[in-house]
C-alpha cells in the first residue's frame, strides 16, 4: 500500500528515507492508526463526510497525526475532511511563521488561531505550580471554539500510547481512581467528538518518524520547560520498566484494552448483588475441585 512511485503521494511524504527499517515504521504508524480509527469506531461510514480539527502543535507526536491522516485520507481509507488548527498561545519566542510556511508549502488546508492565553496561565498559577492543567483547559476551550466555527464534528489530538499509560498511572497514584485518556469522548455539550488516533502509536515510533521526516519540531517553552512535574516522574518509572524488561508498555496497554468488570472490587460495574450460583449441587466443603476463574 505505501510502496508507491515518489509522484504518487502527498507531499508530506516527500523526501522520506528510502530504507527499510524507515518503511517498516511508517508501515507499522498508518497500521496502528487506522486500527485505532476502526475500532473504536471513529468514523461514521454510513452517513454524510465528516470534518475533522486536526491540532498542530508543532510537536513530534501531532505531526506524526498529521502525517498518518492524511496518508489514510490520500489512500482512500479515511473519508473525512481535514483542517488543521494551530493554536498560538502567545509564548514568548513562539516561531509563529514556522506552522503557516510548512502548511501552505505542504498543500494542507489550514488554520492559525492566536489566542494569548500564556499570560492568563502565569498570571493564575501560583508560582511553583505546574502550568499544564490550566493551560489545557483554556486550549481546549479555544479548540471548541475553532471547531464549531468551522463546522468541524470533532477535534483530533496526538495523544499517543505512551501518554495514555502516563495518564493512567496519574490517575492512579495522584487521583485514586483507575481512568485514563479516552480514544474517543463526546464532550460536556455532546455536540464535539474529541479523538486519539494515535491511541495505539509507541511515543518513540512518533518521534522517530517526525526526526526522520525533518518536519520542523516546535518544543513547548510553557509547561515543558517545567522541572519536576509528576508527568516526567511517571515517564521515568516507565522508562525504567521498560530498559528492565522490554515489551512492558505493550503489555500494560493491552491490559487497559481486556478489562474485566468482575474482577474489580467496584460494585458500579458490576452487580455483585446479583451474583448467584447456577450449579445443581453445592460444592462441598472437602471438594478437591479448584472453582474456575471467568
Given at each position: 500500500?505505501l510502496?508507491?512511485p515518489?509522484?504518487?503521494?502527498?507531499?508530506?511524504?516527500?523526501?522520506?528515507?528510502?530504507?527499510?527499517?524507515?518503511?517498516?515504521?511508517?508501515?507499522?504508524?498508518?497500521?496502528?492508526?487506522?486500527?485505532a480509527?476502526?475500532?473504536?469506531?471513529?468514523?461514521?461510514?454510513?452517513?454524510?463526510?465528516?470534518?475533522?480539527?486536526?491540532?498542530?502543535?508543532?510537536?513530534?507526536d501531532s505531526?506524526?497525526?498529521?502525517?498518518?491522516?492524511?496518508?489514510?485520507?490520500?489512500?482512500?481509507?479515511?473519508?473525512v475532511d481535514i483542517?488543521v488548527?494551530?493554536l498560538?498561545?502567545?509564548?514568548?519566542?513562539?516561531?509563529a511563521?514556522?506552522?503557516?510556511?510548512?502548511?501552505?508549502k505542504?498543500?494542507?488546508?489550514?488554520?492559525?488561531?492566536?489566542?494569548?492565553?500564556?499570560?492568563?496561565?502565569?498570571?493564575?498559577?501560583p508560582?511553583?505550580?505546574?502550568?499544564c492543567?490550566?493551560?489545557s483547559?483554556?486550549?481546549?476551550?479555544?479548540?471548541?471554539?475553532?471547531?464549531?466555527?468551522?463546522?468541524c464534528?470533532?477535534?483530533?489530538?496526538?495523544?499517543?500510547?505512551?501518554?495514555?499509560?502516563?495518564?493512567?498511572?496519574?490517575?492512579?497514584f495522584?487521583?485514586?481512581?483507575?481512568?485514563?485518556?479516552?480514544?474517543?469522548?463526546?464532550?460536556?455539550?455532546?455536540d464535539?467528538f474529541v479523538?486519539?488516533?494515535?491511541?495505539?502509536?509507541?511515543?518513540?515510533?512518533?518521534?522517530r518518524?517526525?526526526?526522520?521526516?525533518?518536519?520542523?519540531?516546535?518544543?513547548?517553552?510553557?509547561c515543558?520547560?517545567?522541572?519536576?512535574?509528576?508527568?516526567?516522574a511517571?515517564?521515568?518509572?516507565?522508562?525504567?520498566?521498560e530498559?528492565?524488561?522490554?515489551?512492558?508498555?505493550?503489555?500494560?496497554?493491552?491490559?487497559?484494552?481486556q478489562v474485566?468488570?468482575?474482577?474489580?472490587?467496584?460494585p458500579?460495574?458490576?452487580?455483585f448483588?446479583?451474583?448467584?450460583?447456577?450449579?445443581?449441587?453445592?460444592?462441598?466443603?472437602n471438594?478437591?475441585?479448584?472453582?474456575?476463574?471467568?
Amino acid at each position: 500500500m505505501l510502496d508507491q512511485p515518489e509522484d504518487d503521494i502527498h507531499a508530506l511524504f516527500h523526501g522520506a528515507p528510502k530504507t527499510t527499517e524507515f518503511r517498516k515504521l511508517r508501515k507499522r504508524i498508518i497500521r496502528d492508526t487506522r486500527e485505532a480509527i476502526d475500532r473504536y469506531a471513529m468514523v461514521n461510514r454510513d452517513g454524510t463526510r465528516a470534518r475533522w480539527l486536526v491540532c498542530l502543535s508543532g510537536g513530534k507526536d501531532s505531526y506524526t497525526l498529521l502525517a498518518a491522516l492524511t496518508e489514510l485520507q490520500w489512500r482512500g481509507l479515511l473519508p473525512v475532511d481535514i483542517l488543521v488548527c494551530n493554536l498560538d498561545q502567545g509564548q514568548p519566542g513562539f516561531p509563529a511563521t514556522v506552522l503557516p510556511e510548512f502548511l501552505s508549502k505542504m498543500g494542507v488546508p489550514h488554520r492559525i488561531e492566536y489566542r494569548d492565553t500564556y499570560s492568563v496561565v502565569v498570571d493564575k498559577v501560583p508560582q511553583g505550580r505546574t502550568y499544564c492543567a490550566l493551560c489545557s483547559r483554556l486550549r481546549r476551550a479555544n479548540l471548541y471554539r475553532v471547531a464549531r466555527e468551522e463546522g468541524c464534528s470533532a477535534v483530533v489530538l496526538g495523544h499517543h500510547r505512551d501518554d495514555i499509560l502516563e495518564t493512567f498511572f496519574l490517575n492512579l497514584f495522584h487521583g485514586g481512581k483507575v481512568a485514563t485518556m479516552p480514544p474517543k469522548l463526546l464532550n460536556d455539550e455532546g455536540d464535539l467528538f474529541v479523538l486519539r488516533p494515535l491511541a495505539h502509536v509507541a511515543e518513540a515510533d512518533c518521534d522517530r518518524f517526525a526526526r526522520a521526516m525533518g518536519y520542523p519540531i516546535i518544543p513547548c517553552d510553557l509547561c515543558g520547560s517545567q522541572d519536576g512535574l509528576q508527568r516526567q516522574a511517571i515517564k521515568a518509572m516507565l522508562d525504567g520498566w521498560e530498559a528492565k524488561a522490554p515489551g512492558r508498555r505493550a503489555k500494560m496497554f493491552s491490559a487497559l484494552c481486556q478489562v474485566r468488570p468482575s474482577h474489580m472490587p467496584d460494585p458500579a460495574l458490576f452487580d455483585f448483588a446479583g451474583l448467584m450460583a447456577t450449579a445443581d449441587q453445592p460444592v462441598e466443603a472437602n471438594s478437591m475441585e479448584v472453582p474456575r476463574l471467568r
